[in-house]
């Protein structure tokens, strides 16, 4: 069993950044992928943001590319989304995500970006 704990949302206006930091349970150098989901207000779906393997291979959904950063730090069993010049479009909640032989989500953060 994984629990997942994110922390970092928050309100923040248009151009502004935020940093969200995900922390797993159990040691994250199994965890693969780790990477970060969001649901926007009046979407049933969730969709992907970004993620990251073990071995620092990433994958960026392309409306964030350039404006969002994703790491881990596996000593620390936490994976990070750097979130700069943001825009009213990225309002939402986001989900951490993990998959150790399932998938785990976290709680969700929201983020709303005003205009």
């Known amino acids: 069993q994984v629990q997942l704990v994110e922390s970092g949302g928050g309100l923040v206006q248009a151009g502004g950044s935020l940093r969200l930091s995900c922390s797993a349970s159990v040691s994250s150098f199994s965890i693969n992928p780790m990477g970060w989901y969001r649901q926007a207000p009046g979407k049933q779906r969730r969709e992907l943001v970004a993620s990251i393997t073990s071995g620092g291979s990433r994958n960026y959904a392309d409306f964030v590319k350039g404006r969002f950063t994703i790491s881990r730090d596996n000593t620390k069993n936490t994976v990070y989304l750097q979130m700069n010049n943001l825009e009213p479009e990225d309002t939402a909640v986001y989900y951490c995500?993990?998959?150790?032989?399932?998938?785990?989500w976290g709680q969700g953060t929201q983020v709303t970006v005003s205009s």
């Open positions: 995500n993990a998959f150790l032989g399932r998938t785990y």
